[in-house]
């Protein structure tokens, strides 16, 4: 006759290994749950950031909640809250809904004040280099006065001057008499700068463009004070040479008609 003991009752053999771990892990997750929707931050603008990690808490907790509640329905195992875990889930749920509204117009609010500062920022890069090649083509038009009129004989007309506002002279200081009149007259006509077809003596050898104002020295003669081939008063000054010259035919014509006498 067997002993009463041996057929004595095992309850452990009832226990199923999973569902007991599912048990424990949900009791876990309701004391979680508990004190995350306890530490909710207060809903003030300057807490942004604490909102933000208390969500990304939240959304942590509910989610393994929901896993551990759909494997407990598996193992048919049930679960309950209570009723005041009840009130404090949906309260925490609405907190969560408004606080993830208001994070997500705060990045969305971020993202277009950094979008506006970096077209401010392009704006102001394409302004700075639009002024850098102003600043560029104004110092190269400083440096070459005549670029761009061409070389050796005048514009497209054939008139052979420069573009260009015109040069007028400044009025001397007024004379007594006569000369005063007549060199107020003279300033006061206004001149053109031209390319001359013949580079003189001083832009030939320095095989640069020869311009100048007409009956005038060219600017590289007049910069260097001294003569051109393009002043009138040079062209003058050789016609009353030329003039003072004894004349070779005059001379030649007495001394036959001497010699016929």
Same mark, same amino acid.
């Given at each position: 006759?067997?002993?009463? /003991?041996?057929?004595?009752?095992?309850?452990?053999?009832?226990?199923?290994?999973?569902?007991?771990? @599912?048990?424990?892990?949900?009791?876990?997750?309701?004391?979680?749950?508990?004190?995350?929707?306890?530490?909710?931050?207060?809903?003030?603008?300057?807490?942004?950031?604490?909102? #933000? =990690?208390? @969500?990304?808490?939240?959304?942590?907790?509910?989610?393994?909640?929901?896993?551990?509640?759909?494997?407990?329905?598996?193992?048919?195992?049930?679960?309950?809250?209570?009723?005041?875990?009840?009130?404090?889930?949906?309260?925490?749920?609405?907190?969560?809904? @408004?606080?993830?509204?208001?994070?997500?117009?705060?990045?969305?609010?971020?993202?277009?004040?950094?979008?506006?500062?970096?077209?401010?920022? !392009?704006?102001?890069?394409?302004?700075? =280099? @639009?002024?850098?090649?102003?600043?560029?083509?104004?110092?190269?038009? *400083?440096?070459?006065?005549?670029?761009?009129?061409? /070389?050796? +004989? +005048?514009? !497209?007309?054939?008139? +052979?001057?420069?573009?260009?506002?015109?040069?007028? #002279?400044?009025?001397?200081?007024?004379?007594?008499? %006569?000369?005063?009149?007549? *060199?107020?007259? %003279?300033?006061?006509?206004?001149?053109? *700068?031209?390319?001359?077809?013949?580079?003189?003596?001083?832009?030939?050898?320095?095989?640069?463009?020869?311009?100048?104002?007409?009956?005038?020295?060219?600017?590289?003669?007049?910069?260097?004070?001294?003569?051109?081939?393009?002043?009138?008063?040079?062209?003058?000054?050789? !016609?009353?040479?030329?003039?003072?010259?004894?004349? /070779? /035919?005059?001379? !030649? +014509?007495?001394?036959?008609?001497?010699?016929?006498?």
């Amino acid at each position: 006759m067997s002993s009463p /003991t041996s057929n004595s009752f095992d309850f452990t053999s009832f226990i199923h290994p999973e569902a007991n771990r @599912l048990t424990t892990e949900f009791n876990q997750l309701r004391v979680r749950v508990e004190a995350v929707a306890k530490s909710a931050p207060n809903d003030r603008e300057e807490l942004f950031q604490e909102k #933000e =990690e208390w @969500l990304r808490e939240w959304r942590d907790v509910t989610s393994k909640m929901a896993k551990c509640r759909e494997d407990m329905m598996t193992y048919n195992i049930g679960f309950t809250f209570t009723a005041e875990e009840v009130t404090m889930g949906n309260e925490t749920i609405e907190l969560a809904k @408004l606080y993830a509204g208001q994070v997500s117009a705060m990045k969305r609010r971020a993202e277009e004040q950094a979008a506006e500062a970096a077209r401010v920022a !392009a704006a102001a890069a394409a302004e700075k =280099e @639009l002024a850098k090649e102003k600043g560029k083509e104004k110092a190269k038009d *400083t440096d070459d006065p005549m670029d761009g009129e061409g /070389t050796g +004989g +005048g514009d !497209a007309d054939g008139e +052979g001057e420069a573009e260009g506002d015109e040069l007028e #002279e400044q009025p001397a200081p007024p004379r007594k008499g %006569r000369a005063a009149v007549q *060199t107020k007259a %003279r300033m006061s006509v206004k001149t053109k *700068t031209v390319f001359h077809d013949r580079a003189c003596v001083r832009c030939a050898a320095k095989e640069i463009k020869c311009y100048g104002i007409p009956g005038h020295c060219c600017n590289a003669c007049k910069d260097a004070k001294s003569g051109c081939i393009h002043s009138d008063r040079k062209a003058a000054r050789k !016609a009353k040479v030329a003039a003072r010259a004894p004349s /070779t /035919t005059g001379t !030649a +014509g007495t001394s036959k008609s001497a010699a016929k006498a």
